[in-house]
């Protein structure tokens, strides 16, 4: 059988629950693999939890639980978290399997009749916490470099000659210029294998769980030497077919275990057992929480389960308020440096990427089909012009994926979200249509066609945002890479509410900050007397501008307030206006009127406006909307 591409996440210690840290590194490789299974190729992706270290063994002993119990009930609860957030693993493997305990003393005993194991004291500090030995200059005050507590071991244990590999790593590199991401991290490890490798100590004093070293049951493998060794094991080997797995194409993991243990310990154990090296290491930075590292003992981690509920509750369906969570993880992804990670982060990209620009742009083309055309586009031409320049961003997504740079991938699926928000206002299809202009199925064709591919370059970070997309036209999946196909010309189904604006923010914890709802109107505004001089500097603090109306409609339960999506240069701004005695909502779509630009965002009725549109007090209170004199391209100032 052909060989799968195969890509894997680190395994997860079995001592505290899964947050979103965790998620975001399954996340990596859950978006390559469902853009490489939508390009049609075979792929493995590999999960698990490790479980026999000293650290996961003193959590179970505390817990007061039978030890077996309290990892498999841990372990799940990272399957079950890969499970919610739409993860799409196909191995999810556990250290204390047998296969995995077999593989690691096959390699083990391999590596000891190579002569690169051997036998002698350590006595040294061991930080549990970290499952890490710790140099004696490395220790300050009692702690670990990691800040944790130290523990003196003297022990008879074995050792991994890593200081013979160095030379041969830097020679692999070089080689091999993708097999350390990004280059910082490469710089790193180029400059720490430079600075000498050290032995390892490959063995502890047996505690009573563990695996133990082939020959002598009193120790068993040290934590780390195990745990790497699931990613060949997982393959199957030693057994036969291993190879139609392994190598793994990607090791992804965040920085924290890349330089020591993934970039130059495993590939490292895998020269000297003569076995084939993983093709790349990448890392990636942590996401923290106001500056701070994400953690269960200073309680500021966000939970997956309670990200997806927030959204819930705010009227998103279930699964998709998965991929909002989804979403937001991908596109705040610490690629290189450190990142926050927070609801109100969150909250934004929701309000401002999701709804704004991708629910809009669904929208607007799917009912602007239905008022123009019946909901019937038939085949026919695009524009290919506008196609050839998106064409140019499919590609140059697919080399995001190709350099293993999911979030710079999505960045330029949002990029192709925004060309069809463009493109609408640049063609205008409702001026076409008011004008019985025989462009109109064309413009149509390629609205669909610009769908389509935001569709497909949204399906491995929304896939179920993205089938939704494709229920509401009709169609199958848009298959890569003849995404714009609609030889079938579009038939569109009932309309699908997606991302409704988030109006509610309750903080998730207490260090989270609480969006302020606006203070109560007083009953009646106090009549606004104007100054009777002004100076210059006054008006110029007010910026107007020129935009169009996209879309109008009746805001609910009001009789004055008209709901405005008013395009300004590239931005789109809902704007309420308390015009709707004076104008029926269905005339104002392609309007050009005037707004003030610079207004501090109010809410009314429960939504917000983000702007305000300049009326003349016509007679008997009708408002009379200023217009310019002949149209001005969106967004031109106005003095
Ligand atoms: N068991 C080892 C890995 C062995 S792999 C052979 C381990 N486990 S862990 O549970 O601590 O998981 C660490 C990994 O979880 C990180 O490398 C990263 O993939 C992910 N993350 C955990 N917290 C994270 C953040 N706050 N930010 C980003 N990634 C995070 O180390």
Redesign the pocket.
Same mark, same amino acid.
């Given at each position: 059988m052909a060989k799968s591409y195969y890509l894997t *996440? &680190?395994? +997860? +210690?079995v001592n505290s629950v899964p947050?979103v840290?965790?998620i $975001? *590194?399954m996340l990596a490789c859950d978006v390559t693999k469902r853009f490489r299974q939508m390009r049609g190729e075979q792929v493995k992706f590999l999960t698990g939890t490790?479980e026999n270290g000293l650290k996961v063994y003193e959590a179970a002993q505390e817990s007061g639980e039978e030890v077996d119990a309290f990892v498999s009930r841990i372990s799940q609860a990272f399957r079950d978290s890969a499970d919610q957030m739409g993860i799409d693993y196909d191995i999810f493997f556990r250290t204390t399997s047998q296969r995995h305990k077999e593989a690691v003393q096959a390699l083990f005993a391999r590596l000891e009749a190579a002569g690169t194991i051997y036998q002698g004291k350590y006595e040294g500090w061991y930080d549990v916490s970290a499952e890490t030995f710790v140099k004696e200059s490395e220790v300050i005050d009692g702690k670990s470099p990691d800040g944790n507590p130290v523990r003196w071991v003297s022990e008879d244990n074995y050792f991994f000659r890593l200081s013979a590999f160095g030379d041969q790593l830097l020679a692999h590199a070089e080689a091999n210029p993708e097999f350390w991401q990004p280059a910082g991290r490469k710089a790193e490890v180029v400059s720490f294998i430079k600075q000498g490798l050290r032995d390892v100590c490959i063995t502890r004093d047996n505690p009573g769980w563990g695996i133990p070293v082939p020959g002598n049951e009193g120790k068993v493998v040290y934590v780390w030497f195990d %745990? $790497?060794i699931?990613y060949l094991a997982a393959s199957g080997w030693p057994e036969a077919g291993w190879d139609e797995l392994w190598p793994a194409d990607v090791h992804w !993991? %965040?920085k924290?275990?890349f330089t020591r243990f993934h970039a130059t310990l495993w590939p490292a154990m895998l020269m000297a057992a003569g076995l084939p090296l993983p093709k790349a290491i990448i890392a990636?930075g942590?996401?923290t929480f106001k500056g701070g590292? !994400?953690s269960k003992s200073v309680g500021n981690v966000l939970a997956p389960p309670e990200l997806i509920e927030h959204f819930t509750e705010a009227g998103v369906d279930p699964l998709l308020a998965r991929d909002v969570v989804r979403y937001s993880l991908m596109r705040t992804m &610490?690629a290189t440096e450190d990142k926050d990670y927070s609801l109100a982060e969150v909250e934004r990209l929701y309000n401002s990427e999701m709804a704004n620009e991708l629910g809009n742009a669904l929208n607007r083309t799917v009912s602007m089909a239905h008022k123009f055309m019946e909901g019937v586009v038939p085949a026919g031409d695009t524009d290919g012009e506008v196609l050839a320049g998106v064409q140019a961003q499919l590609d140059e997504y697919a080399a995001h994926f190709e350099a293993n740079q999911p979030h710079a991938a999505l960045e330029v699926a949002v990029e192709v979200v925004r060309r069809l928000n463009r493109y609408i206002a640049e063609t205008t299809p409702w001026a076409l249509h008011k004008q019985a202009d025989p462009s109109l199925p064309l413009v149509m064709r390629t609205m669909f066609a610009l769908l389509r591919a935001c569709e497909a370059t949204m399906r491995p970070f929304i896939p179920a945002t993205s089938d939704a997309i494709a229920a509401q036209l009709g169609l199958p999946a848009a298959a890569w890479p003849n995404v714009f196909d609609l030889s079938k010309g579009v038939q569109l189904q009932q309309p699908i509410p997606m991302f409704p604006r988030l109006e509610i923010t309750k903080p998730m914890n207490s260090e989270e900050p609480v969006v302020e709802a606006a203070p109560p109107k007083p009953a009646k505004k106090p009549a606004f007397e104007p100054p009777a001089e002004i100076g210059i500097e006054d008006v110029m603090k007010v910026q107007l501008k020129v935009g169009r109306i996209l879309e109008a409609e009746a805001v609910e339960k009001s009789d004055k307030l008209v709901k405005l999506q008013v395009l300004v240069g590239t931005e789109q701004r809902q704007i309420l206006a308390g015009i709707r005695k004076s104008y029926d909502p269905a005339d104002l779509v392609g309007m050009q009127i005037v707004i003030v630009a610079n207004l501090k965002p109010a809410k009314l009725m429960g939504l917000e406006s983000q702007g305000m549109v300049l009326a003349a007090d016509g007679p008997d209170g009708q408002a009379i909307l200023l217009q310019p004199e002949k149209e001005a391209p969106e967004g031109t100032s106005v003095h």
């Open positions: *996440t &680190p395994i +997860y +210690y947050h840290g965790h $975001l *590194t490790d %745990a $790497l699931n !993991m %965040a924290e275990i990636h942590w996401f590292k !994400m &610490p």
